[in-house]
T-cell receptor, first 116, second 112 residues
């Protein structure tokens, strides 16, 4: 089956620093990648959608200058949380879609970000 | 995409069938029913999807009512590893419309 990886799986950083999270599709080419955020005991919330080679589309309320998304290749997307603050602490999950009839999304294992 | 409603939590005895209901009364004719689950601190895992016919795979069965306003996910022999939050999602299945809206889901606890 389709495999999506994320790195790192867990990161702790100081307030004000930037953190980069990588999302890779390991055995398929992902034309579209999605970034979700999940706070404790809550559901997943879509942050942005990115297509390879073009700018990401952000959901309402998500600051594009704070959450930088780069989808430079068909197997890699990165999310950079700039000037992170404690309220950015969350579980960040990416998913990748390779197209096809149903445009299935395959999810990564998630990255737990803790900002001190 | 149509809204879904699910019970917030359910328990199931290990080895028994787990039947998870989902209401999607405003589903459109071109929307599919998808089920995902999320085990604690992991990414969601695809389980099954269907349009109007019942579907079965190695993980589960999906029963969709004739009017398509509700469906039931069946885990035939629940194990402790099936403890997770199960999300029922309806969306247009064809290419070009692939956003997933995760509601609150059902937290299934499989009891030994």
């Amino acid at each position: 089956g389709a495999v999506v990886s994320q790195h790192p799986s867990r990161v702790i950083c100081k307030s004000g620093t930037s953190v980069k999270i990588e999302c890779r599709s390991l055995d398929f080419q992902a034309t579209t990648m999605f970034w979700y955020r999940q706070f404790p005991k809550q559901s997943l919330m879509l942050m942005a959608t990115s297509n390879e080679g073009s700018k990401a589309t952000y959901e309402q309320g998500v600051e594009k200058d704070k959450f930088l998304i780069n989808h430079a290749s068909l197997t890699l997307s990165t999310l950079t949380v700039t000037s992170a603050h404690p309220e950015d602490s969350s579980f960040y999950i990416c998913s990748a879609s390779g197209g096809g009839l149903f445009n299935e999304q395959f999810f990564g294992p998630g990255t737990r970000l803790t900002v001190l | 995409d149509a809204k879904t409603t699910q019970p917030p939590s359910m328990d199931c005895a290990e080895g028994r069938a787990a039947n998870l209901p989902c209401n999607h009364s405003t589903i459109s004719g071109n929307e599919y029913v998808y089920w995902y689950r999320q085990i604690h601190s992991q990414g969601p895992q695809y389980i099954i999807h269907g349009l109007k016919n019942n579907e079965t795979n190695e993980m589960a069965s999906l029963i969709i009512t004739e009017d398509r306003k509700s469906s039931t996910l069946i885990l035939p022999h629940a194990t402790l590893r099936d403890t997770a939050v199960y999300y029922c999602i309806v969306r247009v299945g064809l290419a070009g419309a692939n956003n997933l809206f995760f509601g609150t889901g059902t937290r299934l606890t499989v009891i030994p």
